[in-house]
């Protein structure tokens, strides 16, 4: 069974940082993308960061130049630093992984972390 443990989150001000990180475990043949996502109150879950497994990365236009998203294959972990924080960044932010877990070893699966709340105030 494969798991997501985010962690970082919390309560910052405008223009302050915090670095998200997601922990992937479980029995993985092989991982391949992994991202973030965050809902809103109100709003639809939207796409912030992703990075393949060649590490190739997309962003959201609203966190171009503020946000980094990495990754440590060895350790089957994904970062997310967030700089310049804005209230209207403020959301509950989900991890997800696209992974070929060894017990469906022909299959890619979604994967989803429980997600982890940012507040930033004005």
């Known amino acids: 069974q494969v798991q997501l443990v985010e962690s970082g989150g919390g309560l910052v001000q405008a223009g302050g940082s915090l670095r998200l990180l997601c922990a992937v475990s479980?029995?993985?043949?092989?991982?391949?993308?992994m991202g973030w996502y965050r809902q809103a109150p109100g709003k639809q879950r939207e796409l912030v960061a992703r990075?393949?497994?060649?590490?190739?990365?997309n962003y959201a236009d609203s966190v171009k130049g503020r946000f980094t998203i990495s990754r440590d294959n060895a350790k089957n972990t994904v970062y997310l630093q967030m700089n310049s924080l804005k209230p209207e960044d403020t959301a509950v932010y989900y991890c997800?992984?696209?992974?070929?877990?060894?017990?469906?070893?022909?299959?890619?699966?979604?994967?989803w972390g429980k997600g982890t709340l940012v507040i930033v105030s004005s």
């Open positions: 990075m393949s497994n060649v590490g190739t990365t």
């Open positions: 479980g029995s993985i043949f092989r991982l391949n993308a």
């Open positions: 997800n992984v696209n992974a070929r877990p060894k017990s469906a070893i022909s299959s890619d699966i979604d994967y």
